[in-house]
């Protein structure tokens, strides 16, 4: 802006506004002016270089605010906790008196509820998920103990990136946070830990990096298979995998009549493991929203009306008794 107008004279204070300015003060006057309009600038400039700056940092506090004003998610306290459970050899006897023959190689989890029991139990949905990381981590020594070979996990599906920003950056927070302690404990107990996404763009930076470690030093394991579906869809899945049979097609790797059921199911991310026997999925909903739709053709479902972090062991021998004794899969025969 300009700076305009004039310097009363001293006959103003009296009351006597002359419009003139008298000689000895009009130097002093003119430099006054000068001087407010460099202020008024240099201000107007700091102002500006502030707004530039602070607005990314403004709105990153705004994205994290859900996990920055519960501080106790990231306390040592419970990092002690989580190690403590990993580490923990109760719980980790078999009990199902299913003969392992009859046990479920594989069971995939929905793993629903996290927010409603975080909202009812805290007044906070982001402890819920803390919780339900925590019930994983019983869930997977349930499984190990019972003989079950491989498990699948829902973490976080592509639909999930439109939640609320403050939810997802915690819930990115916490599984970072954890990549390391469950790439350790992974390691000692002989657990092969991969990732399936179908949309890996989305990832964080920092928390794909934590998972490529985590994938990359447990290769070797083999006593049990962890899948971490993370920015996962089934729906996406099948398009990547008609794509990259298109591909084959086109580029002469592939003939057309060799594209069946065995060509697409190689291409699917479960390729390494076979089709989850069980499907499970907590809090009531009975739906599977948009998880593993090509490999549950004979999948047998199980919704239970807990929520994931309320789950105990003996809900999951329950599962595993009944799948063994009450569920008969013919394949249409």
């Known amino acids: 802006g300009r700076c305009s107008g004039r310097s009363p004279t001293p006959d103003d204070a009296k009351g006597n506004f002359s419009g003139k300015e008298t000689t000895g003060n009009k130097w002093g006057s003119t430099f006054l002016r000068q001087q407010l309009c460099r202020l008024y600038h240099w201000l107007s400039f700091r102002l500006m270089l502030v707004a530039v700056f602070m607005t990314p940092r403004i709105q990153r506090f705004s994205s994290t605010r859900g996990m920055i004003f519960d501080s106790t998610l990231f306390q040592d306290e419970r990092d002690e906790q989580t190690r403590t459970k990993l580490k923990a050899s109760t719980e980790t006897e078999r009990e199902s008196g299913v003969d392992l023959q009859c046990v479920p190689r594989h069971i995939a989890v929905i793993m629903d509820g996290n927010r409603r029991y975080g909202k009812s139990k805290y007044g906070n949905a982001t402890r819920g998920h803390w919780d339900g990381s925590k019930t994983l981590t019983e869930f997977t020594k349930w ?30 927070a916490i599984f970072c946070k954890y990549c390391d302690e469950l790439r350790v404990e992974a390691i000692q107990r002989g657990i092969r830990l991969r990732l399936l996404a179908t949309d890996e763009d989305k990832i964080p930076e920092h928390v794909r990096t934590g998972i490529d470690r985590m994938v990359l030093e447990t290769e070797h394991c083999d006593k049990f298979t962890m899948n971490i579906c993370l920015s996962y869809g089934a729906r996406g899945e099948i398009v990547n995998a008609c794509k990259s049979i298109a591909t084959d097609v086109h580029s002469g790797k592939l003939e057309v009549d060799g594209v069946d059921e065995n060509a697409l199911q190689k291409r699917m991310l479960t390729g390494h493991c076979c089709d989850p026997d069980i499907i499970v999925r907590t809090s009531g909903e009975e739906r599977l929203s948009n998880f593993l739709l090509w490999q549950a053709a004979y999948s047998e479902l199980f919704f239970l009306k807990k929520q994931w972090p309320e789950l105990q062991k003996k809900d999951l021998l329950e599962v595993i008794r009944t799948f063994a004794h009450g569920r008969k899969r013919r394949y249409g025969k």
């Open 143 to 172: 499984c190990i103990a019972e003989g079950v070979q491989v498990l699948t996990v829902y973490a976080f599906s592509t639909e999930n990136w439109d939640r609320d920003p403050a939810e997802v950056s915690a819930l990115m």
